[in-house]
């Protein structure tokens, strides 16, 4: 029988404990940065598919990041230094993707760059790592490699399809991005570092804006948005006209995700835990719009002939301030949706009972939970941490960001021009 399960190359000597953390740290470093992208791009971006993507990716990268931090603290490295900056030149590889000007150019840089380096990365560790003495970082590994080369091939189906639509200049330009994209991982000596490093071409360097955030949601030209919820559509008052405003509520739910996001790209100094929590709320709220978009679509709606609610992100973006907008989202609205009636509760009762409509009902459960642990969100980052406790204090906050967000409806619907600030971001 052959010892050790079969697990083979049980005589090499691999990687000591410090060089394996650190190597770990890199590919986790790309991970965290890649969230970071994500997040933000996936706001400023247009192109409707590809914002549902990226934030299926913050919540990916923000697990794979997970469990290599839990991972490198058994290899004695502490949370606080495994979460620090491990290459200034990484950082700048990081700094300069964000500022990738179009959809195209983005995912050119993150497909066929930097997450095929991270998975060559991944791939020489396992090759080099004992596999007695660290199985649970190559078992870990392993389970994460799917999930990684599944984004790869989405990334490089999605760029064939924009390479069609797009001008030459565009797909010049996304070529020259990975040119110098390539040439800053070089100067890193790779995601893990093991590479000679070395210098950009001067000839290769593409000059780069500092990358904002917009004060308005962005979508391409198949949507038209709309500021104000439901513009222009009319629901029967009866049982049919609730079903399908519920539907189309679903689908709107892009603008809090994007709402979400700009929550987790502005926020700054928080704990490690946040950033996890917000990166699910952010792809919780994307499944939502997703729900709303299958249901819809099964029913045979045209889902580009009615606007395109953009208005949560608007409100958030231009005028929520600080805590204001995830007090808006976990306190004002999600928490309030548990209670029973009407509630989360009801609408699940209503699809299972009433419209009697079976993917809906499946909808409708799964919103159900997942707002659940949203309303656990608000109770930990809002309430706990910012009101030390203090409900009264947090519902007295939630209560100033509805007047707030009335105040914005009537100034839109008065025709008042809007006011905000934009933001740069980061951790």
Same mark, same amino acid.
Request: aromatic share 10%; proline share 4%; hydrophobic share 40%.
């Given at each position: 029988?052959?010892?050790?399960?079969?697990i083979t190359?049980?005589?090499?000597?691999?990687?000591?404990?410090?060089?394996? @953390?650190?190597?770990?740290?890199?590919?986790?470093?790309?991970?965290r940065?890649?969230m970071?992208?994500?997040?933000g791009?996936l706001?400023? *971006?247009p192109?409707?598919?590809v914002?549902?993507?990226?934030?299926? %990716?913050? $919540?990916?990268e923000?697990?794979?990041y997970?469990?290599?931090?839990?991972?490198?603290?058994?290899l004695?490295?502490?949370s606080?230094?495994?979460?620090?900056?491990?290459d200034s030149?990484?950082?700048?590889? *990081?700094?300069? /993707?964000?500022?990738a000007?179009?959809a195209?150019t983005?995912l050119?840089?993150?497909?066929e760059?930097?997450?095929?380096?991270?998975i060559?990365?991944?791939r020489?560790? %396992?090759?080099?790592a004992q596999?007695?003495? &660290?199985?649970?970082?190559?078992?870990?590994?392993?389970?994460?490699?799917?999930?990684?080369?599944e984004?790869?091939?989405?990334?490089?189906?999605a760029?064939?399809?924009?390479?069609?639509?797009?001008?030459?200049? !565009?797909?010049?330009?996304?070529?020259?991005?990975?040119i110098?994209?390539?040439?800053l991982?070089?100067?890193a000596?790779?995601?893990d570092g093991?590479?000679?490093?070395?210098? *950009?071409?001067?000839?290769?360097?593409?000059?780069?804006?500092?990358?904002?955030?917009?004060?308005q949601?962005?979508?391409?030209?198949?949507?038209?948005?709309?500021?104000?919820k439901?513009? &222009?559509?009319h629901?029967?008052?009866?049982?049919?006209g609730?079903? !399908?405003? %519920?539907?189309f /509520?679903r689908?709107?739910?892009?603008?809090?995700?994007e709402?979400v996001?700009?929550?987790h790209? /502005?926020t700054?100094?928080?704990?490690?835990?946040f950033?996890m929590?917000?990166?699910?709320?952010?792809? &919780?709220?994307?499944?939502?719009?997703?729900f709303?978009? @299958?249901?819809?679509?099964?029913?045979?709606?045209?889902?580009?002939?009615?606007?395109n609610?953009?208005? $949560?992100?608007d409100?958030?973006a231009?005028?929520?301030?600080?805590?204001?907008?995830?007090?808006?989202?976990?306190?004002? *609205?999600?928490?309030?949706a548990?209670?029973?009636p009407?509630?989360?509760?009801?609408?699940?009762?209503?699809?299972?009972?009433?419209?009697?409509?079976?993917?809906?009902? /499946?909808?409708q459960?799964?919103?159900?939970a997942?707002?659940?642990?949203?309303?656990?969100?608000?109770?930990?980052?809002i309430?706990?941490?910012?009101?030390?406790?203090?409900?009264?204090?947090?519902?007295? @906050?939630?209560? @100033?960001?509805v007047?707030k967000?009335?105040?914005?409806?009537?100034?839109?619907?008065?025709?008042?021009?809007?006011?905000?600030?934009?933001?740069?971001?980061g951790?």
């Amino acid at each position: 029988m052959h010892p050790f399960m079969g697990i083979t190359d049980w005589d090499r000597v691999g990687l000591s404990v410090e060089v394996s @953390a650190k190597r770990l740290q890199r590919i986790a470093y790309v991970d965290r940065g890649l969230m970071q992208i994500e997040c933000g791009q996936l706001i400023a *971006i247009p192109e409707y598919e590809v914002k549902g993507a990226l934030a299926r %990716m913050v $919540w990916q990268e923000a697990n794979h990041y997970d469990e290599l931090r839990s991972r490198c603290k058994q290899l004695r490295m502490g949370s606080v230094a495994f979460d620090k900056c491990p290459d200034s030149e990484l950082k700048a590889m *990081i700094d300069r /993707t964000l500022e990738a000007g179009s959809a195209l150019t983005l995912l050119v840089v993150l497909f066929e760059v930097i997450k095929p380096a991270q998975i060559r990365a991944i791939r020489s560790y %396992m090759e080099q790592a004992q596999p007695l003495v &660290d199985e649970p970082t190559i078992s870990l590994l392993k389970r994460q490699l799917p999930e990684r080369e599944e984004q790869i091939a989405w990334g490089t189906s999605a760029i064939q399809e924009l390479s069609l639509a797009a001008a030459e200049e !565009e797909c010049e330009l996304a070529a020259r991005w990975k040119i110098y994209v390539n040439g800053l991982l070089g100067a890193a000596g790779g995601v893990d570092g093991t590479s000679p490093r070395t210098e *950009i071409r001067a000839e290769d360097k593409v000059v780069t804006q500092p990358f904002q955030l917009p004060l308005q949601s962005t979508r391409d030209a198949r949507f038209v948005s709309a500021v104000k919820k439901h513009k &222009d559509q009319h629901f029967a008052d009866n049982e049919h006209g609730r079903f !399908e405003q %519920m539907m189309f /509520t679903r689908f709107f739910e892009m603008s809090p995700a994007e709402g979400v996001a700009y929550v987790h790209f /502005t926020t700054k100094g928080k704990p490690w835990a946040f950033y996890m929590d917000t990166a699910r709320h952010l792809w &919780d709220e994307v499944r939502h719009s997703w729900f709303g978009e @299958a249901a819809l679509r099964k029913k045979g709606y045209d889902i580009y002939a009615v606007p395109n609610w953009t208005g $949560w992100y608007d409100l958030t973006a231009q005028h929520f301030e600080l805590d204001e907008a995830y007090t808006h989202l976990t306190i004002a *609205i999600e928490k309030a949706a548990m209670k029973y009636p009407p509630g989360k509760r009801e609408e699940w009762e209503f699809c299972r009972d009433i419209a009697k409509d079976p993917l809906m009902t /499946t909808f409708q459960d799964f919103d159900w939970a997942d707002e659940v642990v949203h309303a656990s969100f608000g109770q930990k980052w809002i309430i706990d941490e910012i009101h030390q406790g203090d409900n009264r204090a947090a519902k007295a @906050a939630a209560e @100033a960001t509805v007047v707030k967000r009335l105040a914005y409806m009537k100034a839109y619907e008065d025709g008042k021009p809007a006011h905000g600030n934009s933001f740069a971001g980061g951790y």
